[in-house]
C-alpha cells in the first residue's frame, strides 16, 4: 500500500481545515468589531455570532470559503508541500520518540537473549548492539556481514541475536532450529548459515544446514515442537510490538549503562557504526 499519497491527503485536509478557521476566525471578528458597545441592546446579534464562532455557514459562505481557499493554494501551491514535509517530519519524530521509549522499557529484558543468544564472554563490554531478524528477509540476509564482523572483530561491543519471525510460516520453523542449537554450543554457526541460504527454509533444508554445522539431530529432537522455544518467540514478537517495531531487521545500539540508546529501524550500515561509536564514547567519558 503506498502511504506518501494518504499523507499528503492528509496534509492538505489539516491545511484547509486551517484556512476555513482562520477564515471564521476573522470573519468573527470582523462581526464583533462591528456590533454596538452594549450586546444588550441587539440581543437578535448572538445566534449569528455564536454560529459564526463555531465554524457553522450557510451555502453561500461554504461556497465563498472553498473559492477563497482553491485561490489561494493554485497562486501558493509550494503551501501544500510545506504542510506534507512538516507532517513527515513530525510523524517521523513521534515514531522514533515510541521507538526509543519501549527500547528503553524492555532493555534490560532483550539484553538477557531469552529469545535469541548473547555473544558469549562479552558481559564486561560497553557496547550493546540488539539486532531484530528474520532468515527469510532478505535486508537481515544483506547485514549478516556486518554483524558477523563486530562478532568477529570488536570484542568491546556484545552482539544480542533476537528472533523475530513474522516475514513467513517457515520463519518460526527456522528460529526454532536456531534455538534449540543453542545447547550444543552452536547457534552462531546455525544463524550465519541460515543467513546464507537462499529460498524458503522447510524443515529438511533446516536438517541439512544444522547438520552441516555439526549439529547432533538426534540430540536436537525437534524443535518446532518445543513448547519453552514457542514461548519465547512469542514473547519475542510482544516485545517487539510493545518497542513499535513493524518489521526487519531493526537495530537497538546502546552502551552498556544504557545512557545512550538509539534504534535503527531497517538496515543502515553507517547509522550501525556512528551508532556504535556513539554508545562507545558514552560508555567511556
Known amino acids: 500500500m503506498r502511504l506518501k499519497p494518504l499523507i499528503a491527503g492528509a496534509a492538505a ?51 465563498r470559503i472553498g473559492a477563497l481557499v482553491r485561490a489561494y493554494l493554485v497562486a501558493n501551491p509550494d503551501v501544500l508541500v510545506e504542510a506534507f514535509q512538516a507532517l513527515e517530519t513530525r510523524d517521523r519524530e513521534r515514531k522514533r520518540a515510541q521507538l526509543t521509549a519501549g527500547a528503553r522499557a524492555n532493555f534490560d529484558k532483550l539484553a538477557g537473549g531469552e529469545a535469541g543468544f548473547v555473544t558469549p564472554a562479552r558481559n564486561d563490554a560497553d557496547v550493546v548492539v540488539i539486532e531484530f531478524f528474520d532468515y527469510h528477509c532478505i535486508y537481515c540476509k544483506g547485514a549478516a556481514d556486518l554483524v558477523r564482523d563486530l562478532v568477529k572483530d570488536d570484542e568491546d561491543v556484545k552482539i544480542v541475536f533476537q528472533e523475530l519471525p513474522i516475514v513467513r510460516e517457515e520463519s518460526q520453523l527456522a528460529a526454532a532450529y536456531a534455538l534449540a542449537a543453542r545447547a550444543q554450543d552452536k547457534y552462531v554457526d546455525v544463524h550465519f548459515a541460515l ?42 514478537k510482544g516485545v517487539a510490538a510493545e518497542i513499535g517495531l513493524t518489521g526487519t531487521p531493526a537495530f537497538i545500539v546502546a552502551s552498556a549503562d544504557g545512557a545512550y540508546l538509539n534504534v535503527i529501524d531497517g538496515f543502515n550500515e553507517d547509522s550501525i557504526l556512528e551508532s556504535v561509536e556513539s554508545a562507545r564514547r558514552a560508555a567511556k567519558p
Open 13 to 63: 485536509t489539516a491545511f484547509l481545515g486551517a484556512l476555513v478557521f482562520g477564515f471564521s476566525a476573522a470573519r468573527t471578528d470582523d462581526t464583533q468589531s462591528a456590533e454596538p458597545a452594549d450586546s444588550a441592546s441587539a440581543p437578535e446579534s448572538a445566534a449569528p455570532q455564536d454560529a459564526a464562532a463555531e465554524g457553522v455557514f450557510n451555502q453561500a459562505q461554504e461556497d
Open 195 to 236: 543467513m546464507e541460504a537462499k529460498g524458503v527454509l522447510d524443515e529438511p533444508r533446516l536438517r541439512t544446514i544444522v547438520e552441516k554445522q555439526g549439529v547432533d539431530l538426534k540430540a536436537l529432537g525437534k524443535p518446532g515442537e518445543d513448547k519453552r522455544i514457542a514461548s519465547a518467540l512469542e514473547a519475542s
